[in-house]
């Protein structure tokens, strides 16, 4: 497959002169002996006076490191959710170009197609919720630039099969994103050992979910460096605040602990999946690999304010394709867990 970065790249980024800031301009910011008049900041010291590396190259050591890639591979954003707009933003020309999604998924791919004004052509995943890549395929025309796949996904909690995704990645002539969220909960690898095969996929993760760092906002992207370096041309020049970075390196240092929380998480599902079962009003269990588990229900609008009543907020995702009666329970600490299951069972018996 002739896959060309330019083919896909909107015109107006090709021609873009990136702003260019004063940290890109001198970048050895760390040299002490140098005296830094150049940013308009705050010359007091107090820790984040200055501005944060553009690149963020410390945190970007430890990931390449970590997981084999070139740092020239990644992008890092504030949050995937902005790493998921700058693909839209590098390679969707609004109302022209569309995109295809696969229901039910993560809704912030066609919030950001609406937002920049990009078709996003829905195809149903199948009843085992996999990708019918088949149909996706008779969906692509000359003007679809990306296909997200989310692996495992959310809100079903299954990994989508390796043919499948080799299937999009060779016939497909743009972007394959494979949003890697929950990859870490998953026995599956992911695909960034795949990252040099092929020249048009797209790897996003985060460290919101097992790195255990929401509120600090990182989202990763891995790619070719063609595209890696697209993506560096639009970014806001300081996406990455100060205090994000320290933190990201901090933690991603602290690989046991993370690990740990990880097979915590893992067994904690394992049981709540086995309590699922003994609960009369669950209709379906849906596999996952996932920090969470998708469960059909008699009627989820009771269940979830019944649950609702009792302290406990999960996620009612009736309304979405293929969920209908479905609710989403996220694996707490195991007290919480505990609490939940108390009273599923409570809540089964009529007790409560
Ligand atoms: N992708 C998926 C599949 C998600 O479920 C989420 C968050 N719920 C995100 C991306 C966004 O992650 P971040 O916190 O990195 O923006």
Redesign the pocket.
């Known amino acids: 497959m002739d896959f060309n970065i330019n083919d896909i790249t909107r015109e107006n980024v090709k021609t873009l002169k990136p702003y260019s800031s004063a940290r890109d301009e001198f970048e050895d910011f760390d040299t002490a002996k140098m005296i830094f008049l150049d940013a308009n900041e705050n010359p007091f010291q107090n820790g984040v006076n200055r501005y944060p590396d553009p690149q963020q190259n410390s945190v970007k050591a430890i990931l390449a490191r970590n997981n084999n890639v070139k740092a020239s591979q990644i992008l890092l954003g504030n949050?995937?959710?902005e790493v998921l707009d700058l693909l839209f933003r590098a390679f969707c020309e609004p109302k022209t170009d569309n995109i295809i999604s696969l229901p039910p998924t993560?809704g912030?791919y066609s919030v950001l197609a609406n937002i920049n004004a990009v078709e996003n052509r829905e195809v149903l995943l199948s009843a085992d919720f996999q990708p019918d890549v088949d149909k996706i395929l008779d969906v692509v025309d000359d003007h679809t630039k990306i296909i997200f796949l989310?692996s495992p996904n959310?809100p079903t909690g299954n990994s989508f099969s390796d043919e499948g995704v080799v299937k999009l990645l060779q016939n497909f002539k743009g972007l394959v994103v494979i949003?890697e969220?929950?990859i870490d909960f998953s026995d599956k690898e992911s695909w960034l050992t795949e990252i040099d095969e092929y020249p048009n996929l797209v790897i996003?993760q985060?460290l919101?979910k097992a790195y255990g760092l929401?509120g600090i906002?990182l989202?990763i992207c891995y790619a070719s460096e063609a595209v890696i370096s697209v993506l560096n041309k639009i970014k806001p020049p300081y996406n990455v605040n100060e205090l994000t970075q320290q933190r990201a390196i901090v933690r991603l240092n602290d690989s046991d602990k993370i690990k740990k929380e990880i097979v915590s998480i893992i067994e904690q599902r394992e049981e709540l999946l086995k309590v699922l079962l003994e609960v009369g009003f669950v209709v379906k269990v849906y596999p996952t690999e996932a920090n969470f588990v998708l469960v059909k229900v008699d009627d989820a609008n009771k269940r979830y304010d019944q649950l609702i009543e009792k302290g406990i907020v999960i996620r009612n995702r009736t309304t979405q394709p293929l969920c209908e009666n479905c609710l989403r329970f996220t694996i707490g600490i195991p007290e919480e867990n505990y609490k939940l299951m108390d009273v599923l069972l409570r809540l089964n018996k009529q007790e409560i």
């Open positions: 949050g995937s959710d993560y912030m989310c959310n949003d969220a929950y996003t985060t919101s929401a906002r989202g």
